[in-house]
């Protein structure tokens, strides 16, 4: 019993084999007729022969098989000549299952494309033997459903191709043994969330393909730890909501496909984790505007995708921190009719700009630095050929002039769409052509623009004028607020001592009651030196001598009879009954001003004079006293 059961492989062998010598012809001496085969290089290529089943007769040494498309439906132990192989192909095939097995001497084997059959589901020990596997291809099957111990034996796999098949979730722990795995592909299958319970087992994971599935919303724990996710590709779900946390803890992310959602509006909280995005893909989202700062934080994107996003416009500063932006695209968003000036002009290293098919009726070279670009397409916008456009013109005809220039303009399809040029390319018109035509309704608002403006300022001008007359005309009050004079009072008696032949306390600033705030009975009326002391701020006079009346005209050398006698009437101080306490000031505000333009009076007119005066007289002029008034 146990002879029969181990001679059985063998027959199943020996069986395989005369089926397949049958129904082959030979060729060689090692490869069939329908088969290439290179030696030299240990391959075998059998693709396209209508092989039903697995070829035993090639050269047990091979390394690379290529069984694709044929209509092979079960492999039956046909690998168990073939214990060097490396690579084997067998997409496009009608394989129902892999079996049992069936690799179990595949030791070396490092690619399996079993793409393009109807596989249903991978048994648990369908993968046995295939210790060395790092790619392995299942895209494009009908798996339902997997077995959570299926990749057990798998543990250098590194490219995982399940995409194009019918899963709905995935088993917990199915990823459990995949450490070095870097490349993911689940897109095209039903997928209702992110398998979470997996990813989290797969931290060297570098690229992740997820679109195509019935994903509604990232939620902050859909996207565990993943330091060296690079591309996550979500396009084509039903995606909504997208939490601020999602993409928080994927910090080396530059590549983020968003593409065919139902977003209807920029994730900017999101987004702004991903300091390292480079490329950004949100067309064909209803996200209707863009608003400023909408990709905030994103320094290094380079590429952005905004291709049919429905939107109506955008603010100004929507991408003021997108710097480094090489590429946008803003194709098929036919509600948009502005660009605000200089939307894109911060970004300096911009060389690519398509704006095709918008509804965009001008366009401004401060939109977009113009010099570094190399590709701009603005076709199929209902353009106005006036003189806003003579700089495209100026693009256009440079560069078709210039064939070695770099930018690349689609002129074949940018198409007037104006009342005078309507249907005609901007490039077959004529540069006189392109001037701007006024319309009288905008000629008569400027008009009266300019003539209120007018209005305006002569009215202020009048306005001024008047004010600077009436400075001018403005009268000095012609009171003095102190008289101060030196001179013969017969009313005032005082007492003295002269000195020297020219007494010169006669000039200087007397002290009483009516110069100083001072009371009574602080006044000594019989010292001279009380009467006449020196101000504190004496300086050198610089002053002009006036005349008074006749009695100061006689020659001040007659003054030198008085000496050593009483002299009356001299050196007294009038004070005006009209003036108020208030404006009697002390002696220091006659000699102790420093400003020297004050204001003098005669005793018996009312004319102003300008009088430089500075201070009490050290050295007099021998001619004439001098009066002060202040």
């Given at each position: 019993?146990a002879t029969?059961?181990?001679l059985?492989p063998a027959?199943?062998?020996v069986?395989?084999?005369?089926?397949?010598?049958t129904?082959i012809?030979?060729?060689?001496?090692?490869?069939?007729?329908?088969c290439?085969?290179?030696?030299?290089?240990?391959?075998a290529?059998?693709?396209y022969?209508?092989?039903?089943?697995v070829?035993i007769q090639?050269?047990?040494?091979?390394?690379?098989?290529?069984l694709?498309i044929?209509?092979i439906?079960?492999l039956n132990?046909?690998?168990g000549?073939?214990?060097n192989?490396?690579?084997?192909?067998?997409?496009?095939?009608i394989l129902?299952?892999l079996?049992?097995?069936?690799?179990?001497l595949?030791?070396?084997?490092?690619?399996?494309?079993?793409?393009?059959?109807?596989l249903?589901?991978i048994?648990?020990?369908s993968l046995?033997?295939?210790e060395?596997?790092?790619?392995?291809?299942?895209?494009?099957?009908n798996i339902?459903?997997?077995?959570?111990?299926?990749f057990?034996?798998?543990?250098?796999?590194e490219d995982?191709n399940?995409?194009?098949?019918?899963?709905?979730?995935?088993?917990?722990?199915l990823f459990?043994?995949?450490h070095?795995i870097?490349n993911?592909k689940l897109?095209r299958?039903s997928?209702?969330?992110?398998?979470?319970?997996?990813?989290?087992l797969v931290p060297s994971?570098?690229?992740?393909?997820?679109?195509?599935?019935?994903?509604q919303?990232?939620?902050h724990?859909s996207?565990?730890?993943?330091?060296?996710?690079?591309?996550l590709?979500?396009?084509?779900?039903?995606?909504?909501?997208?939490?601020?946390?999602?993409?928080?803890r994927?910090?080396?992310?530059?590549?983020?496909?968003?593409?065919?959602?139902?977003?209807?509006y920029?994730p900017?909280?999101?987004?702004s984790h991903l300091s390292?995005?480079?490329?950004l893909?949100?067309?064909?989202?209803?996200?209707?505007?863009?608003?400023n700062?909408?990709f905030?934080?994103?320094?290094e994107?380079k590429?952005?995708?905004?291709?049919?996003?429905?939107?109506?416009y955008?603010?100004s500063?929507?991408f003021?921190d997108?710097?480094?932006l090489?590429?946008?695209?803003?194709?098929g968003?036919h509600?948009l009719?502005?660009?605000?000036?200089?939307i894109?002009?911060?970004?300096r290293?911009?060389?690519?700009?398509?704006?095709r098919h918008?509804?965009?009726?001008?366009?401004?070279p401060?939109?977009f630095?113009?010099?570094g670009?190399n590709l701009?397409?603005?076709?199929g916008?209902?353009?106005?050929?006036?003189?806003?456009l003579h700089?495209?013109?100026?693009?256009i005809h440079?560069?078709?002039?210039?064939?070695?220039s770099?930018?690349?303009?689609?002129?074949?399809?940018?198409?007037?769409?104006?009342?005078?040029?309507?249907g005609?390319?901007?490039m077959?018109?004529?540069?006189?052509?392109?001037?701007c035509?006024?319309?009288?309704?905008?000629l008569?608002l400027?008009?009266?623009?300019?003539?209120?403006?007018?209005?305006?300022?002569?009215i202020l001008?009048?306005?001024i004028?008047?004010?600077?007359?009436?400075k001018?005309t403005?009268?000095?009050?012609?009171?003095p607020?102190?008289?101060?004079y030196?001179g013969?009072?017969?009313d005032?008696?005082?007492?003295t001592?002269v000195?020297?032949?020219i007494?010169?306390?006669?000039y200087r600033?007397?002290?009483?009651?009516?110069s100083?705030?001072?009371?009574?009975t602080?006044?000594s009326?019989?010292n001279h030196n009380?009467?006449?002391?020196a101000?504190?701020?004496q300086?050198?006079?610089?002053?002009?001598d006036?005349?008074?009346?006749?009695?100061?005209?006689?020659?001040?050398?007659?003054?030198n009879r008085y000496?050593?006698s009483?002299?009356?009437n001299?050196?007294?101080?009038?004070?005006?009954p009209?003036?108020?306490?208030?404006e009697?000031?002390?002696?220091?505000?006659v000699?102790?001003?420093?400003?020297?333009?004050?204001?003098?009076?005669?005793?018996t007119?009312?004319?102003?004079?300008?009088?430089?005066?500075?201070?009490?007289?050290?050295?007099?002029?021998?001619?004439?006293?001098?009066i002060?008034?202040?």
């Amino acid at each position: 019993m146990a002879t029969r059961s181990n001679l059985f492989p063998a027959l199943s062998i020996v069986l395989l084999l005369s089926m397949t010598i049958t129904t082959i012809e030979t060729s060689g001496d090692l490869c069939p007729a329908v088969c290439k085969c290179e030696d030299e290089f240990l391959r075998a290529s059998c693709a396209y022969a209508n092989l039903e089943v697995v070829p035993i007769q090639l050269n047990p040494e091979i390394h690379h098989l290529d069984l694709s498309i044929n209509r092979i439906t079960s492999l039956n132990l046909g690998f168990g000549f073939y214990n060097n192989l490396e690579s084997l192909d067998l997409s496009y095939n009608i394989l129902h299952t892999l079996g049992s097995d069936n690799f179990l001497l595949q030791t070396h084997m490092e690619i399996l494309n079993v793409s393009n059959n109807n596989l249903r589901t991978i048994g648990r020990n369908s993968l046995r033997g295939l210790e060395s596997l790092r790619i392995f291809d299942l895209n494009n099957n009908n798996i339902t459903e997997m077995d959570s111990t299926t990749f057990r034996h798998t543990s250098e796999l590194e490219d995982l191709n399940l995409s194009g098949n019918s899963l709905t979730s995935l088993p917990n722990d199915l990823f459990k043994n995949l450490h070095k795995i870097r490349n993911l592909k689940l897109n095209r299958n039903s997928l209702l969330e992110v398998p979470a319970n997996n990813l989290h087992l797969v931290p060297s994971l570098e690229n992740l393909e997820l679109s195509d599935n019935l994903i509604q919303e990232i939620s902050h724990d859909s996207l565990p730890t993943l330091r060296s996710l690079m591309s996550l590709n979500l396009a084509n779900n039903l995606i909504q909501i997208i939490n601020e946390e999602a993409f928080q803890r994927l910090p080396a992310l530059v590549y983020l496909n968003l593409e065919g959602n139902n977003l209807t509006y920029v994730p900017t909280s999101a987004l702004s984790h991903l300091s390292l995005l480079s490329n950004l893909i949100l067309s064909r989202n209803p996200l209707e505007r863009l608003d400023n700062l909408a990709f905030r934080n994103l320094f290094e994107l380079k590429t952005i995708d905004l291709r049919e996003c429905t939107i109506l416009y955008i603010k100004s500063r929507a991408f003021a921190d997108n710097v480094n932006l090489e590429k946008i695209f803003l194709d098929g968003n036919h509600d948009l009719r502005h660009l605000p000036s200089r939307i894109l002009y911060s970004a300096r290293y911009l060389t690519t700009v398509s704006l095709r098919h918008c509804n965009l009726s001008s366009l401004e070279p401060t939109h977009f630095p113009v010099d570094g670009l190399n590709l701009l397409q603005i076709g199929g916008n209902p353009l106005i050929c006036n003189c806003s456009l003579h700089w495209l013109w100026n693009v256009i005809h440079t560069t078709e002039e210039n064939n070695g220039s770099k930018l690349v303009v689609d002129r074949g399809e940018i198409v007037c769409a104006d009342d005078v040029f309507n249907g005609k390319l901007l490039m077959n018109l004529t540069e006189s052509s392109l001037r701007c035509r006024l319309s009288s309704l905008y000629l008569s608002l400027l008009a009266a623009g300019c003539l209120t403006a007018a209005a305006i300022i002569l009215i202020l001008a009048g306005y001024i004028t008047r004010n600077n007359r009436r400075k001018k005309t403005f009268n000095r009050p012609t009171r003095p607020e102190l008289l101060v004079y030196v001179g013969l009072n017969e009313d005032v008696p005082k007492r003295t001592l002269v000195h020297s032949p020219i007494n010169l306390d006669l000039y200087r600033s007397p002290l009483s009651s009516s110069s100083r705030r001072v009371s009574n009975t602080q006044r000594s009326s019989n010292n001279h030196n009380d009467m006449f002391s020196a101000s504190f701020y004496q300086t050198q006079p610089n002053n002009r001598d006036l005349t008074l009346d006749d009695t100061f005209n006689e020659p001040i050398e007659n003054l030198n009879r008085y000496r050593n006698s009483d002299l009356e009437n001299l050196g007294a101080v009038n004070n005006d009954p009209n003036l108020q306490k208030s404006e009697v000031y002390d002696n220091s505000s006659v000699y102790g001003v420093q400003n020297s333009n004050v204001r003098c009076q005669k005793s018996t007119t009312d004319s102003d004079y300008e009088y430089e005066y500075y201070s009490s007289p050290m050295v007099l002029s021998a001619q004439k006293p001098h009066i002060v008034f202040v």
